[in-house]
């Protein structure tokens, strides 16, 4: 099949689509395009997921509004259903790949799942098929990983066996499908008639701008907007160091200093996690660095975000010192597990850092999250006992908690705020103003 006749069968709805990956993106992209009315599979290696999809239960955790319900409608319609076997990709027109691509210890990309996709996707690849990455890529994996890739394990050529797209995702968990449905996206494509096709395709489930590219311009894009909040929020964090250090509240100097035309200073916090900033940055940077190209302030950046975690056990133990106590064998409470509020998504949490290091330090961890399963409970029981409570993520319960009651059941009232989830009941419960970063300790 020609582009040509592709292009006409996604404008009759009559394409079959494959998704390969049904994570946090995968199985929300496959929903909406089986609501758009496409005959969707979906291939995932863990056949637990495969076997909840196709009883029509969302296997993903935290509030994400409207997705339970656009999954069970979809699979009773017969427009979605999941399988571990690739085989079932043979027939299809265009396949989407969304698998994690995560940087080891070194900052390198392995591309383990992705490399793996690759292998199992070419010997079954139809010809004519449009094969679009929606996966993050470090600038020039399309090019030298994905295409020689697939056309070896195909025995196809790009342009001529199949076509070859990178559309990146611009998602976070809590809005994967108002995200996916109103921000725009750029249709990176190896050739311009590859893009049309890829922006036909998305103007079916995308209510935003489709913005025509080759593929390396996507992926610069991408990892290029990841890094430049990732800066941003490093500013956010160093001036919240400063403030502490002098003397300032950082929340007036921020509110201040957007008053100011053309600032728009980022919120400071405990930590960056998730599977994009963190790691996003190092994808932008990767062959640069290894082409000697000096990158200063990318790099920097992540040392400050990974550093918050590691300051907020600092503030924990500095403030058990001004009680009279020593961190070592003392008990804290951690409030939130997953990075983000409302979310059960762990990854590159900043709170696992915080509890190793409260654990190297001697003192005795409590870990609560509602989203979480393994850290649910309840937390007035789980604070009964505790020196120090740390909260990690602004999840509403905690916004919400009755922070003097909290308090009160733990042996010394210590919080260290590291989201300003206490802030709006600090006068009300008189707590006492010891520190002014966004960390501040309160008791």
Same mark, same amino acid.
């Given at each position: 099949?020609? $582009? +040509? ?18 994570? @946090? ?25 495969? +076997? ?11 509030? %994400? ?20 076997? @690739? ?41 004519? =098929?449009?094969?679009?990455?929606? &996966? =993050? ?25 199949? @076509? ?17 449905? &109103? ?18 395709? @998305? ?13 390396? =311009?996507?992926? $610069? ?6 890094? #430049? ?22 929340? /007036? ?34 062959? +640069? ?40 064998? &003392?008990?804290?409470?951690? $409030? ?5 509020? %409302? ?10 850092? $915080? ?19 393994? #850290? ?20 509403? %319960? #905690? ?8 308090? +009160? ?13 206490? /802030?709006?009941?600090?006068? &009300? ?15």
């Amino acid at each position: 099949m020609n $582009l +040509a006749a592709l292009h006409q069968r996604i404008a009759t709805r009559d394409a079959k689509l494959g998704v390969i990956g049904l994570g @946090y993106v995968g199985l929300p992209v496959a929903c909406i395009f089986a609501e758009a009315g496409f005959d969707v599979v979906g291939v995932d290696i863990k056949a637990d997921r495969v +076997a909840t999809t196709n009883a029509g239960h969302s296997p993903i955790e935290g509030q %994400e509004p409207g997705l339970a319900d656009l999954l069970a409608r979809v699979v009773a319609a017969g427009t979605l259903r999941a399988t571990i076997d @690739y085989i079932a990709l043979a027939d299809r027109d265009i396949i989407t790949i969304n698998v994690e691509t995560p940087v080891d210890e070194d900052h390198t990309p392995r591309y383990k799942a992705l490399k793996s996709v690759l292998r199992h996707l070419g010997p079954v690849l139809k010809p004519g =098929t449009l094969v679009i990455v929606e &996966s =993050t890529l470090a600038p020039g994996t399309m090019s030298d990983l994905v295409k020689p890739m697939l056309e070896k394990t195909s025995g196809e050529t790009v342009n001529q066996g199949f @076509y070859l797209g990178h559309c990146p995702e611009r998602v976070m968990p809590g809005k994967l499908l108002v995200n996916l449905r &109103s921000v725009s996206r750029v249709c990176g494509g190896e050739t311009p008639e590859t893009a049309r096709t890829m922006i036909a395709l @998305y103007r079916h489930v995308v209510q935003a701008d489709l913005d025509p590219a080759d593929c390396v =311009t996507a992926e $610069l894009v991408k990892t290029a907007e990841n890094a #430049y909040r990732d800066v941003n929020i490093a500013f956010a964090n160093e001036v919240a160091l400063i403030c502490e250090s002098v003397g300032g509240d950082v929340w /007036q100097v921020r509110e201040l200093v957007n008053k100011s035309p053309g600032r728009n200073m980022l919120y400071p916090g405990a930590g960056v996690g998730g599977h994009c900033i963190p790691k996003d940055p190092w994808l932008l940077i990767y062959q +640069a660095v290894e082409k000697d190209v000096p990158i200063r302030l990318i790099p920097a950046a992540r040392a400050v975000n990974d550093a918050m975690p590691l300051h907020a056990a600092s503030l924990a133990e500095r403030a058990l010192t001004e009680a009279g106590k020593t961190i070592a064998g &003392s008990r804290i409470l951690v $409030l939130g597990y997953a990075y983000l509020e %409302e979310s059960d998504d762990t990854r590159n949490s900043p709170s696992a850092v $915080l509890v190793e290091r409260l654990r190297e330090l001697g003192a005795e961890v409590m870990i609560h999250d509602p989203y979480v399963l393994e #850290y649910q409970g309840n937390v007035h029981e789980m604070a009964k006992g505790c020196d120090a409570v740390v909260v990690m993520v602004r999840h509403r %319960e #905690y916004v919400g908690l009755n922070w003097a009651k909290l308090l +009160a059941e733990t042996t010394e009232g210590i919080v260290i705020d590291g989201r300003r989830a206490v /802030q709006a009941q600090l006068e &009300s419960i008189q707590l006492r103003r010891i520190g002014t970063s966004p960390l501040a300790e309160d008791r």
